[in-house]
């Protein structure tokens, strides 16, 4: 297997680790029969997240880049909240 094809991979589980907390979020509001944000979100978009920011790292697009890494700080930042509010 040669390097580009390591990184596709790399960025597709990237990208799957992140489109999979919809589904996460999606199943939990089944669950509860309301909308809600279960904490494993914030853990799949923090994989994700930072999967896709190797990715684009790599690839050297400054417009991903500075996209994920964005998004980093703020699912970091959720995480906290909930975590500090659970405890």
Not at 7 to 27: D, K, M, T
Not at 31 to 49: A, D, H, N, T
Request: aromatic letters at 16%; hydrophobic letters at 50%; a positive charge.
């Amino acid at each position: 297997m040669d390097e580009n094809t390591v990184w596709l991979i790399i960025g597709f589980v990237g990208q799957a680790l992140f489109s999979g907390r919809f589904l996460v979020q999606w199943l939990a509001s089944e669950k509860q029969k309301k909308s809600v944000i279960p904490v494993m979100f914030w853990y799949f978009s923090i994989l994700g997240g930072s999967t896709l920011l190797l990715y684009s790292i790599h690839k050297k697009d400054p417009v991903f880049i500075a996209g994920q890494a964005g998004g980093l700080l703020i699912y970091c930042r959720n995480l906290y909240f909930v975590l500090k509010h659970n405890a």
